[in-house]
């Protein structure tokens, strides 16, 4: 949010210039190596439901959703979904995607405890994203300090989601190179542009995670001017 005259704004456009280059980044990549077909043949569902059976995850389904890297996995009711580009591809970026959704799947299974720590606080986050901005900006037109704080106090834990993500998707990734290296759904040389797919959808977390702490010392900065 923009407040007039507010010069810490441009605290912001190093993560902004960082988020612009990650979703360029991301798109460009998985779009390129999208049109690179496995040496396997293997389907991203069918490297999904491989995988998964491998580690005992029998009981969570795969769904076929619409929309381009629209993939994820649904902790709340254990479903693994893939999108049309991922889930029917047999394209190196595919299988990537696919193991990387997976890898959450197992980290919810074996009790990870960074995700376990993430799903605890989405309810306070998602609130508190929402009301914060609020909060803040009627403390700081009525110059009511203790709203001010409570607006940060409510966006640090939008921050705190943010910066747990971080751990959590880097682990998916790491874990999913090993898992279709380990079961054989790649071929050695395709393990170098699977890692450039997943270290670019990564960069989209870093970059988020950036722009919420960035956001969060503007907040600190602005409360502090307000004692001055």
Same mark, same amino acid.
């Given at each position: 949010m923009f407040f007039w005259?507010?010069?810490?704004?441009?605290?912001?456009?190093?993560?902004?210039?960082?988020?612009?280059y990650a979703q360029g980044k991301v798109s460009s990549t998985f779009n390129k190596f999208l049109k690179v077909e496995s040496k396997?043949?293997?389907?991203?569902?069918?490297?999904?439901?491989?995988?998964?059976?491998?580690?005992?995850?029998?009981?969570?389904?795969?769904?076929?959703? /619409?929309? +381009?890297?629209?993939?994820?996995?649904?902790?709340? #009711?254990?479903?693994?979904?893939?999108?049309?580009?991922?889930?029917?591809?047999?394209?190196?970026?595919?299988?990537?995607?696919?193991? /990387?959704?997976?890898?959450?799947?197992? +980290?919810?299974a074996t009790g990870y405890i960074p995700l376990k720590l993430r799903n605890s606080i989405v309810p306070l986050a998602s609130f508190g994203s929402q009301v914060a901005w609020f909060l803040f900006f009627i403390g700081l037109l009525f110059s009511a300090p203790s709203l001010m704080d409570l607006g940060i106090l409510f966006f640090? &834990?939008?921050?705190?989601? +943010?910066?747990?993500?971080?751990?959590?998707?880097?682990? &998916?990734? #790491?874990?999913?190179?090993?898992?279709? +290296?380990?079961?054989?759904?790649?071929?050695?040389?395709?393990?170098?542009?699977?890692?450039?797919?997943?270290?670019?959808?990564?960069?989209?977390y870093v970059a988020a995670t950036a722009t919420a702490v960035l956001q969060l010392l503007r907040l600190f900065i602005l409360r502090g001017s307000r004692d001055d």
């Open positions: 005259g507010d010069t810490t704004y441009f605290l912001l456009i190093p993560a902004l210039i960082l988020s612009v396997k043949g293997y389907t991203g569902a069918q490297v999904a439901r491989r995988i998964l059976d491998e580690n005992g995850l029998y009981n969570v389904p795969i769904q076929l959703i /619409h929309g +381009q890297l629209s993939d994820h996995y649904d902790p709340r #009711k254990r479903i693994l979904r893939l999108s049309d580009s991922v889930y029917s591809s047999s394209s190196v970026a595919s299988l990537g995607v696919a193991a /990387h959704e997976v890898g959450h799947a197992i +980290q919810h640090s &834990a939008a921050v705190l989601f +943010q910066v747990i993500t971080l751990p959590v998707e880097l682990n &998916a990734s #790491k874990r999913a190179i090993a898992l279709l +290296q380990s079961n054989g759904l790649i071929a050695s040389d395709e393990v170098k542009p699977t890692k450039k797919v997943l270290q670019a959808a990564a960069l989209t």
